[in-house]
């Protein structure tokens, strides 16, 4: 059984920031706003209310570039985020697949994940071998950019590039769409 959440404080910011005000809020509050891309930056949400279980501990960033990150992180895909979407895919030979999400996992653990302006990123994998999705939400187009530029992922993306093909895409969110009711 989980922890008692009374008093658990949630911090909307970029490591470094500090919290410019604290608001009090029920956990399906919280999630309500999860689930809009409402909250607020520069904030600490302190959750009130017992008898909410806690699932997971955050962890600040290795650097002071990175946002606050989950270990069990829930995305909200929202046309109100002010985000740029890429969702880039990968096709590769069945026998290949697992090396590609190897070297990509490698490259967005080692640098991508710590460049700035990195709202989150999920890798997937098709049950059928031959595709792999990059799926990842930036700041800018030019925070992207910068990462392109860095050469520490360049070598993960290069061994890619000689067992898959890459298609890459830039959106925006034009609507989402949750059951009604649902909660997180």
């Known amino acids: 059984m989980g922890r008692d959440l009374s008093g658990l404080a949630v911090e909307a910011l970029w490591a470094g920031d500090r919290p410019e005000e604290t608001l009090k809020i029920k956990p ?33 960033g290795q650097d002071g570039a990175s946002p606050l990150i989950t270990r069990s992180t829930i995305t909200t895909i929202s ?10 895919v990968f096709t590769v ?17 080692v640098s991508v ?14 049950l059928n071998g031959t595709k792999v999705t990059m799926y990842a939400q930036w700041r800018s187009l030019e925070d992207y950019e910068a990462m392109r530029n860095d050469r520490g992922p360049l ?9 898959a093909t890459f298609e890459p895409g830039v959106y925006e969110v034009v609507e989402s769409f949750t059951p009604p009711g649902n909660d997180i």
């Open 28 to 60: 399906s509050a919280l999630a309500a706003l999860v689930r809009r891309g409402g909250l607020g930056t520069r904030v600490r949400y302190t959750i009130e209310g017992a008898g909410y279980k806690q699932v997971q501990r955050t962890k600040r």
């Open 79 to 88: 046309k109100d985020a002010d985000l740029i979407t890429f969702i880039n």
């Open 93 to 109: 030979d069945p026998a290949n697949q697992s090396r590609l999400v190897e070297l990509l996992r490698k490259a967005t653990d």
């Open 113 to 126: 994940r710590h460049a700035r302006g990195l709202a989150f990123s999920a890798l997937h994998r098709s």
């Open 155 to 163: 070598p993960y993306f290069q061994e890619a590039l000689t067992i």
